[in-house]
């Protein structure tokens, strides 16, 4: 189905009340002259109902305003105090929170983990002895991209202690410290670290020590609370499925708050990243953090390959890229850039932040377009760089509408090669029954009349029709349509006809990669 645009125009809120947040920094009009432009621009091009930015320089908040519609169809505006899920961009507040630690002399960046957690295990004893606080933070333990994330996206019954003792049965995909693969189960992981050290869960401890002290009197550290964006200034949560922008479910387990929890305001972010560029100084002149602790956030620690950007933004093609502690570090024109994203059903962010120039920008959205912050972040960037003007609106949609091409021309091929005159090897009947997956537990496939039904037992929406595919390989349709993650599922049989395995694929390339449904090695449970 092709896109389609929601028919009713986002409204434009020009919220003009920029806001200096604490000690008295002149506010600058220094911003670009074509700001509210350009943001309404974005909206448009890249369907996004509603946009949170914060412009901070020279240690003064430049623009910390709201954009846009809460929920699309409807009149409630976004403002510079609309909540909006942060997602990742929560992982350098837990990095801080254990440099608080580390301050505090309860802690050690390279002690081992297991020193604070006794009974914390990975897959390989000798990772076990030897994984550290920092290793944590870095995505070099040896995990593969995403991995363990189905043991708590979506929602599921697992409790954090519980996610944590399950990450031992997590085959690796590399060598331990050999190459970097973003992962989130080790952010939780280290939440429990600052539990076991402090005293206090990870919500109490960043709450207190680091959102209060830093004035953030708007966020909160909770998934949940997005789940109150009906009657709250909380902006409503909105993807493309199907083809079409529409609200959807936020993501509402606290399961993994460390790795994403917080939901923040542009006021409280531009405070926040005062803070980050300020090296952990706070509004009064005390500090919330050490320029020890600062330097240790920005210091890249794992390096990064280095891709070729599409033509459109070659300018992106960076000498360096690297990971810090929660934090990604590379160039820009020259210049270092320390950076984050997140990323959550409905809520897409970007924080930006060029040292050198006491730079930070901040871009909070209600839908998942990642060129919508990457066109306004660049577009201040360059600004404040003195850069030859580029049209990155153009260039990002170009970018975006390509690999939209390329992925569905990737469906496309794999349908043009599907035997559909195939058939299962076995009756229906006998695909069914409980599986097993060491990491994750148990998934049942049911026969339901003429259908076959997989429930993913510790996930109550993972529920979806088993439709035939070709061979022994089936496709999973969720019941759920939110979740745009459909699978194939593949048996292979024994020599006597039963079914010795059965593993899974997500159908579309676009499928989000904390569907690590590729790590699943599922066993009849004889």
Known sequence: MPARRHSRRPL??????????????????????????????????????????????????????????????????VDERTLFGIASNTKVFTA??????????????????????????????????????????VHRSGLGLGAGDLLWWPPTTYDRKEIARRIRFIRPATSFRSAYAYDNVLYLAAGEVIEAVSGRTWEEFVSTRILARVGMADSNVLHSAAAASGTSNTAVTHARVDGRVQPVKPFDSDITNPAGGINAS??????????????????????????????????????????????????????????????????????????????????????TMLPELKLGVVVLTNQESEAAFSAITWHVVDHYLGAPKTDWVDAFQKAATRQRAADADQVKAAVAARDGTSRPSLPLARYAGTYRDDWYGDVTIEEAGSKLVMRFTRTPVLVGDLEHWQYDTFIVRWHDRELRADAYVTFALQPDGSIERATMKAVSPETDFSFDFHDLLLKPVR
């Not at 448009?44 to 910390?64: E, M, N, Q, R, S």
């Not at 505090?104 to 002895?129: C, H, I, N, S």
């Open 12 to 77: 434009l809120v020009l919220a003009v009340a920029l806001l200096g947040l604490g000690r008295a920094a002149p506010l600058c009009a220094q911003a670009p002259p074509d700001l509210d432009a350009l943001v309404a621009r974005v909206i448009t091009t890249f369907d996004v109902p509603g946009i949170g930015l914060a412009i901070v320089k020279d240690d003064a908040v430049v623009v910390a305003r709201g954009y846009g519609v809460r929920k699309m169809g409807e009149t409630g505006r």
């Open 96 to 137: 801080v929170a254990l440099g608080l630690l580390v301050e505090e002399g309860k802690l050690e960046w390279d002690a081992t983990v297991v020193r604070y957690l006794p009974w914390f295990q990975m897959w390989d004893p000798y990772v076990t002895r030897e994984l550290t606080v920092r290793d944590l933070l």
């Open 266 to 351: 542009a006021r409280d972010m531009a405070a926040w990243v005062r803070v980050l560029l300020g090296g952990g100084r706070l509004a009064d002149g005390s500090r919330l953090y050490s320029e020890r602790t600062a330097r240790e956030l920005e210091g890249l620690v794992t390096p990064i390959r280095i891709l070729e950007p599409p033509p459109e933004l070659s300018a992106f093609r960076p000498n360096f890229r690297g990971y810090a502690l929660g934090l990604n570090v590379h160039d820009y024109r020259g210049r270092k850039v320390v950076t984050h994203t997140g990323g959550l059903p409905g809520y897409v962010s970007k924080v």
